[in-house]
Nanobody, 124 residues
Framework: VQLQASGGGLVQAGGSLRLSCAAS????????VGWFRQAPGKEREFVAF????????YQADSVKGRFTISRDDALNTVYLQMNSLKPEDTAVYCC??????????????????WGQGTLVTVSS
């Protein structure tokens, strides 16, 4: 499966963006999907996870209550709705897919497929 993240851009603090992770080459319904981000000079960090069935999801504490992950398997796409954005959310965001049937996020090395990132810049 190939993944392509999109929807990034420049937004003011307090604003919203919706990122999309579109899959091709396979049906996304077989996969659990995670969003990760990497800010300049920092290590990649987990942002959100949604299970293959869509019944389970998790968000990192730093985004909980502000970010929501969802999936539309008919469109082969996973979304990350980001509200109340803060300057510290500035990063390159990428999505990844895993053959994973647990209800909790797998370790990063379990994700076999990674998409190219999309840049989110939040101005203060």
């Amino acid at each position: 499966v190939q993944l392509q993240a999109s929807g990034g851009g420049l937004v003011q603090a307090g604003g919203s963006l919706r990122l999309s992770c579109a899959a091709s080459g396979d049906t996304l319904r077989r996969y659990a999907v995670g969003w990760f981000r990497q800010a300049p000079g920092k290590e990649r960090e987990f942002v959100a996870f949604i299970g293959w069935s869509g019944r389970s999801s998790y968000q990192a504490d730093s985004v909980k209550g502000r970010f929501t992950i969802s999936r539309d398997d008919a469109l082969n796409t996973v979304y990350l709705q980001m509200n109340s954005l803060k300057p510290e959310d500035t990063a390159v965001y990428c999505c990844a897919a895993a053959i994973w049937y647990g209800d909790y996020p797998p370790a990063p090395h379990e994700y076999s497929y990674w998409g190219q990132g999309t840049l989110v810049t939040v101005s203060s």
